[in-house]
Nanobody
């Protein structure tokens, strides 16, 4: 299993970024996909998750209405559109999947929100 994130960077408060995660090594279209994040000095937290079919997604309260998770099963890719970013969104963002028993993680992509 391999999960490769991209799209992080430096953005000003109020700005937007779109993260991507390309997956391989499992049947992507059958697996619920998630985005987590870990801010400096804090525990890793779930940001958003989307079912295998791309139906109703789940979001952390802190990102509801600002972030949107989506997926393209033809491209084995999951996205995280992040709008109205604020300082508290600064973190390393990880793509995650649990095809069977083991949960897999990407290496993460850093998002820094700063003026």
């Amino acid at each position: 299993v391999q999960l490769v994130e991209s799209g992080g960077g430096l953005v000003q408060p109020g700005g937007s970024l779109r993260l991507s995660c390309v997956a391989s090594g499992f049947t992507f279209s059958s697996v619920r996909m998630s985005w987590y994040r870990q801010a400096p000095g804090k525990e890793r937290e779930l940001v958003a998750a989307i079912p295998s079919t791309g139906g109703s997604a789940d979001y952390a309260d802190s990102v509801k209405g600002r972030f949107t998770i989506s997926r393209d099963n033809a491209k084995n890719t999951v996205y995280l559109q992040m709008n109205r970013l604020n300082l508290e969104d600064t973190a390393v963002y990880y793509c995650s999947a649990r095809p069977m028993v083991v949960r897999y993680w990407g290496k993460g992509t850093l998002v820094t929100v700063s003026s």
